[in-house]
């Protein structure tokens, strides 16, 4: 299938898409959820993706690169394959590492030189190592080597780290050009996406953006959010960025965020989201629902025989009460965490299709304002 990136509709300057990859087709705006090791913590086969309405799954290059191998996966048919799912999977570069291991890396111009927190072993990642550990995963979407600049980071700091990375994305062109060229290349339609950074400055957030877009890339992310500044400060820099960045690509904000954070980013013009509350929320026991989010643990669940939601169709709620659920989390049974991690991958990914239909009916803004109104109530109500 060739690569077409199809607006549908437009509600402001939120947008509804179709984008049509080799690996199946992605309605957006989309949540990619977030198995990093090709795997969703929480006992979740690809099966359970596919039933709870997953659209794609997002892996991590750095990762995968350090266990279980790059080059083995490939030698295995490639990440689809091993992963056993047939549909659509991005690969974060391993930029974000750049940031999360912040003690242990040392940039240069050429990558960056990190230790791994596995074994302490020195691996050395650049823009051309990043394409080579993508290109033998195969995944659908690869993104460009970056770095992730702390929001709170000195604006000289961000200006060279951004000029770097627009060097670093060049490089990253480039090689992919020459792998996806190559006659045994596990994925040849391979796509990339650049990452916009420039921490919590719009005036280079901006220029970036136009510097980048100039690229005619396949998609492009705006990367460094959700770092330490506050959701205010995001909306600000979506609203100031975003309009810089091709309408007519997708536009996927990194690593973000809640229910809330979701309907604001789509409202400014976001395609794709990703992020690990889902499941890593749901190991701990706390699960989203259109009422706000539930701690599962607290004393007042102990005789609830309801569902975590009402009308919800997860497996979870289908079958079974928050008093069983709670139990299970207390007495530390594995189902307990995977059901709760399945109820909010569900939760998010209905959460996208209700986003999807009101933008099809053109009344997303009032979708929004009830979704986030409903939700503030019923935290307030389950403090």
Same mark, same amino acid.
């Given at each position: 299938?060739?690569?077409?990136?199809?607006?549908?509709?437009?509600?402001?300057?939120?947008?509804?898409?179709?984008?049509?990859?080799?690996?199946?087709?992605?309605?957006?705006?989309?949540?990619?959820?977030?198995?990093?090791?090709?795997?969703?913590?929480?006992?979740?086969?690809?099966?359970?993706?596919?039933?709870?309405?997953?659209?794609?799954?997002?892996?991590?290059?750095?990762?995968?690169?350090?266990?279980?191998?790059?080059?083995?996966?490939?030698?295995?048919?490639?990440?689809?394959?091993?992963?056993?799912?047939?549909?659509?999977?991005?690969?974060?570069?391993?930029?974000?590492?750049?940031?999360?291991?912040?003690?242990?890396?040392?940039?240069?111009?050429?990558?960056?030189?990190?230790?791994?927190?596995?074994?302490?072993?020195?691996?050395?990642?650049?823009?051309?190592?990043?394409?080579?550990?993508?290109?033998?995963?195969?995944?659908?979407?690869?993104?460009?080597?970056?770095?992730?600049?702390?929001?709170?980071?000195?604006?000289?700091?961000?200006?060279?780290?951004?000029?770097?990375? /627009?060097?670093?994305?060049?490089?990253?062109?480039?090689?992919?050009?020459?792998?996806?060229?190559?006659?045994?290349?596990?994925?040849?339609?391979?796509?990339?996406?650049?990452?916009?950074?420039?921490?919590? /400055?719009?005036?280079?957030?901006?220029?970036?953006?136009?510097?980048?877009?100039?690229?005619?890339?396949?998609?492009?992310?705006?990367?460094?959010?959700?770092?330490?500044?506050?959701?205010?400060?995001?909306?600000?820099?979506?609203?100031?960025?975003?309009?810089?960045?091709?309408?007519?690509?997708?536009? /996927?904000?990194?690593?973000?965020?809640?229910?809330?954070?979701?309907?604001?980013?789509?409202?400014?013009?976001?395609?794709?989201?990703?992020?690990?509350?889902?499941?890593?929320?749901?190991?701990?026991?706390?699960? /989203?629902?259109?009422?706000?989010?539930?701690?599962?643990?607290?004393?007042?669940?102990?005789?609830?025989?309801?569902?975590?939601?009402?009308?919800?169709?997860?497996?979870?709620?289908?079958?079974?009460?928050?008093?069983?659920?709670?139990?299970?989390?207390?007495?530390?049974?594995?189902?307990?965490?995977?059901?709760?991690?399945?109820?909010?991958?569900?939760?998010?990914?209905?959460?996208?299709?209700?986003?999807?239909?009101?933008?099809?009916?053109?009344?997303?803004?009032?979708?929004?304002?009830?979704?986030?109104?409903?939700?503030?109530?019923?935290?307030?109500?389950?403090?």
């Amino acid at each position: 299938m060739e690569y077409r990136y199809e607006l549908l509709t437009t509600e402001g300057r939120a947008k509804r898409a179709r984008v049509s990859t080799v690996h199946g087709v992605i309605e957006t705006p989309v949540f990619m959820n977030v198995g990093t090791v090709a795997a969703i913590k929480g006992a979740v086969s690809t099966m359970d993706l596919k039933d709870i309405g997953t659209q794609v799954q997002l892996s991590n290059t750095y990762h995968l690169h350090v266990r279980t191998g790059d080059k083995l996966i490939r030698e295995l048919g490639g990440l689809h394959r091993f992963m056993n799912w047939d549909r659509p999977i991005l690969t974060d570069s391993g930029g974000f590492q750049v940031f999360s291991l912040a003690g242990m890396r040392k940039i240069r111009e050429e990558g960056v030189t990190f230790h791994s927190h596995i074994d302490g072993k020195v691996i050395f990642m650049g823009p051309e190592e990043s394409m080579q550990i993508q290109s033998n995963l195969g995944s659908t979407i690869a993104m460009a080597f970056d770095e992730c600049p702390s929001s709170v980071a000195e604006r000289p700091y961000i200006e060279a780290s951004v000029d770097r990375t /627009y060097r670093w994305l060049l490089r990253c062109k480039e090689e992919m050009k020459r792998l996806n060229a190559l006659p045994d290349t596990v994925n040849p339609g391979q796509l990339l996406f650049g990452i916009n950074q420039g921490g919590v /400055y719009a005036d280079i957030r901006i220029d970036h953006a136009k510097r980048i877009s100039e690229l005619e890339l396949d998609g492009y992310a705006v990367g460094g959010l959700a770092v330490g500044e506050t959701h205010e400060e995001m909306y600000r820099i979506l609203e100031e960025t975003v309009p810089y960045l091709p309408k007519n690509k997708p536009t /996927y904000l990194m690593g973000v965020g809640t229910p809330a954070n979701i309907l604001e980013g789509v409202e400014r013009g976001i395609d794709f989201f990703d992020c690990v509350y889902p499941s890593r929320n749901g190991r701990h026991g706390h699960v /989203y629902t259109r009422f706000g989010k539930l701690n599962l643990f607290n004393a007042k669940y102990e005789k609830d025989m309801r569902p975590i939601e009402e009308g919800c169709r997860c497996p979870a709620c289908r079958d079974y009460s928050r008093a069983y659920v709670r139990h299970l989390l207390k007495a530390k049974e594995m189902l307990g965490l995977r059901l709760c991690v399945l109820h909010n991958l569900y939760f998010y990914n209905h959460l996208m299709t209700g986003i999807r239909d009101s933008l099809d009916r053109g009344c997303f803004s009032a979708f929004k304002k009830s979704m986030l109104e409903s939700m503030e109530a019923g935290e307030k109500e389950n403090l």
